[in-house]
C-alpha cells in the first residue's frame, strides 16, 4: 500500500486507509485488555473477577497520564511538522518520551504504595459481604495491582506512542506492535491461568508483561535510525513548551481520570441496588464497551495528526474537508455499532457471565440499555480530540470533563430514583445526549477562529 503523507488532500477513501490501522490498533488493545477479565471470570472465580473491575480504575488512572503526554504531545509534535521545523518536532517528541518514563516510574511506585488503603475504600462498599470475604477481596486487589503497576512506565509509554507512530507516518508499524503486544498478553493469560491455574496473579504477570513488550519494542525503534519523521535523540527540557504540553493533553486524561471516578460511583450504586453481581455486569459491559469505544478512539487517534499538520499549515479548507468527512463517518459508525451491540448483547454476555443465569440476564438487559450511547459518544470523542489537535485544550478538556464525569455522575444519582438499576444503564445515554449538544455549540462558537466551517 502506498505510503499516505500527512500533508495530501483526504478522500473517504484515503481518509479511511490513513485512520484504519490506528482504529484497529485501538481495537486490539481493547481486546487484549479485557482478556484478563475473560480468563479470571472463568477460571479464577467470583471474587477474583470482582477485585479486578474494583482495582482497575486506580491502575487506569495512573496510566492516563501517558494518554496526557502522548495526544498533548502529538498536537505540538504534528503542528511543528507542518510548519516544516522538522528537527525542532524531533526535539519535543524525544523531551516527552524520556519525561514519560520518569513520571511513569514516580506514578508506579506511588501506586503501590496506595493500593491498599484505596483496596480496603473500595471493597468497604460491598455490604453484602463477609469480613472474611471483605479481607480475601482487598489482598486480591493489592496483589494484582502492585503486579501490574511494576510495568506502568512501559504502559505509558505504550500509551504514547499510539499517536506517535501516526504522526511519524507508521500507522501500520504502530498497529504490528500492538499485535504483538496483545498475543503475547493472549497466549501468557491462556498460559498462567488456564494451563499452570495461576488466578488472578498469573493474569496480572501476564499483562505486566504484555505491556512491557508494548512499551519496549517503540522505544527501540525510535531509538534507532529509521525512515519516519520522527527519532529519540538528544534533547533538553522546556519546561513552557511541557507545560504547554500537558495542558493541552489535560482533556484525555481528565477523561480517564473521570471515567474510573465514574466507575467507582456506578459501582458504588450497583452495590446499593444489586449488590456483587451487579460490579460484575458492569465490569463486563464496560468489557464490551471498550472495544466498541476503541473504534471512535481509534479514528480520532489517527485523525488527530491530519488536523494539527493542516493547522499548522494553515490550510483551512484541509481542516474543513477533514472535519465534514469525520462527522459523516461518526454517525454512520455510531448507528452500525449500535445495532451490533443490541442484537449481539446475548452471546457477548455469556463469553464472561458462564453458567451464571442471574448475572448473564442482568448483564443482558444493561448492555442493550447501556449500547445506546453508541449513536452520541462517537462525535463527542472525535470533538474532543480535534480540539486538543488545533492545540486548543480548553475547550477540549471542558467537553471532556462535562461529558464523561459531570453529566454522568448527575444522572447516575438522579435517574435511578425513577427507574432503579435500569436508571443506572441509561445514565450514560443520557450524558452523552446532553454532551453531543455541547460538542456541537462549542463547533460553531470556535469556527470563525480556525476556519473549518
Not at 495530501?8 to 484478563?36: C, N, R, W
Not at 494451563?195 to 525503534?221: K, R
Not at 452523552?432 to 460538542?439: K, P, T, W
Request: with cysteine; glycine share 8%; net charge positive.
Amino acid at each position: 500500500m502506498e505510503r499516505i503523507r500527512l500533508s495530501e488532500h483526504f478522500t473517504y477513501k484515503k481518509l479511511i486507509q490513513f485512520v484504519l490501522p490506528s482504529i484497529a490498533m485501538m481495537v486490539f488493545v481493547s481486546i487484549y485488555g479485557i482478556v484478563d477479565g475473560f480468563f479470571v471470570s472463568n477460571y479464577a472465580g467470583k471474587i477474583p473477577f470482582a477485585a479486578l473491575n474494583l482495582i482497575f480504575p486506580l491502575i487506569m488512572i495512573l496510566g492516563s497520564v501517558g494518554f496526557m503526554l502522548g495526544t498533548g504531545g502529538n498536537a505540538v509534535v504534528s503542528k511543528i511538522l507542518g510548519e516544516g521545523n522538522n528537527e525542532r518536532a524531533n526535539r519535543i517528541f524525544s523531551m516527552l518520551v524520556y519525561a514519560t518514563i520518569a513520571i511513569g516510574v514516580a506514578l508506579s511506585l506511588t501506586g503501590i504504595c496506595v493500593a491498599r488503603p484505596v483496596a480496603k475504600f473500595f471493597a468497604s462498599m460491598e455490604k453484602d459481604m463477609t469480613m472474611e470475604e471483605r479481607t480475601i477481596l482487598v489482598e486480591y486487589c493489592v496483589v494484582y495491582a502492585r503486579i501490574i503497576l511494576l510495568a506502568l512506565p512501559a504502559f505509558m509509554l505504550q500509551n504514547a506512542f499510539q499517536g506517535f507512530f501516526v504522526t511519524a507516518e507508521k500507522p501500520r508499524l504502530g498497529l504490528y506492535i500492538t499485535l504483538i503486544a496483545g498475543i503475547s498478553n493472549m497466549v501468557l493469560d491462556a498460559l498462567f491461568v488456564a494451563v499452570f491455574h495461576g488466578g488472578l496473579v498469573g493474569a496480572a504477570i501476564a499483562t505486566a508483561l504484555s505491556q512491557c513488550v508494548g512499551g519496549t519494542l517503540p522505544l527501540l525503534y525510535f531509538a534507532r535510525k529509521n525512515d519516519s519523521l520522527l527519532r529519540l535523540g538528544k534533547t533538553r527540557f522546556e519546561g513552557k513548551t511541557f507545560a504547554g504540553i500537558c495542558f493541552n493533553g489535560l482533556s484525555e486524561l481528565m477523561t480517564n481520570i473521570a471515567l474510573s471516578v465514574v466507575a467507582i460511583v456506578y459501582n458504588s450504586q450497583l452495590m446499593l441496588y444489586v449488590g456483587l453481581n451487579g460490579v460484575s455486569a458492569y465490569g463486563i459491559i464496560n468489557y464490551v464497551g471498550f472495544i466498541f469505544v476503541a473504534v471512535f478512539i481509534g479514528y480520532s487517534v489517527g485523525v488527530a495528526p491530519i488536523v494539527g499538520y493542516h493547522y499548522g499549515a494553515e490550510n483551512k479548507d484541509e481542516l474543513k474537508n477533514v472535519l465534514n468527512k469525520s462527522s459523516a463517518i461518526m454517525a454512520l459508525l455510531g448507528v452500525l455499532m449500535t445495532v451490533i451491540a443490541v442484537t449481539c448483547a446475548k452471546p457477548f454476555s455469556i463469553i464472561f457471565t458462564g453458567s451464571d443465569k442471574e448475572l448473564l440476564t442482568l448483564t443482558i438487559r444493561g448492555l442493550r440499555l447501556y449500547s445506546l450511547c453508541f449513536l452520541f459518544c462517537g462525535f463527542n470523542i472525535f470533538a474532543s480530540s480535534f480540539f486538543t489537535a488545533l492545540s486548543n485544550g480548553a475547550i477540549s478538556l471542558l467537553l471532556s470533563f462535562f461529558r464523561t464525569f459531570i453529566f454522568p455522575i448527575v444522572a447516575v444519582f438522579i435517574l435511578p430514583v425513577y427507574w432503579e438499576v435500569d436508571g443506572i444503564w441509561i445514565a450514560i445515554v443520557t450524558a452523552d445526549v446532553i454532551g453531543l449538544l455541547m460538542s456541537l455549540a462549542c463547533l460553531l462558537w470556535r469556527r470563525k477562529r480556525y476556519g473549518y466551517w
